[in-house]
Nanobody
Framework: QVQLVESGGGLVQPGGSLRLSCEASGFIFSLNAMAWYRQAPGKERELVARISNTYTTNYADSVKGRFTISRDNAKNTVYLQMNSLKPEDTAVYYC??????WGKGTLVSVSS
């Protein structure tokens, strides 16, 4: 059974950094693309970053240059390194695997 468990969320000040982790199980992790989505209060869920099975990456324009997605296939884990955080980055961040598999989310709050 597919399971995705996020961790690493919390409260940080604007300009700070945070690294999210998503531990995956129940499938052959190395063969799958993975992604991070986020959902801010009152808004729709949006794609933040994606990484393919061959390590190709894609980012939302709003996070380019600030966020980095990576994966460690030996640990069945995908990461999201978030730097230069802004208040508008505040959201619940979700780990995702196609098609339709979601983690429960981890809250990132950026506030002074």
């Amino acid at each position: 059974q597919v399971q995705l468990v996020e961790s690493g969320g919390g409260l940080v000040q604007p300009g700070g950094s945070l690294r999210l982790s998503c531990e995956a199980s129940g499938f052959i992790f190395s063969l799958n693309a993975m992604a991070w989505y986020r959902q801010a209060p009152g808004k729709e869920r949006e794609l933040v970053a994606r990484i393919s099975n061959t390590y190709t990456t894609n980012y939302a324009d709003s996070v380019k240059g600030r966020f980095t997605i990576s994966r460690d296939n030996a640990k069945n884990t995908v990461y999201l390194q978030m730097n230069s955080l802004k208040p508008e980055d505040t959201a619940v961040y979700y780990c995702y695997r196609n098609i339709g598999f979601w983690g429960k989310g981890t809250l990132v709050s950026v506030s002074s």
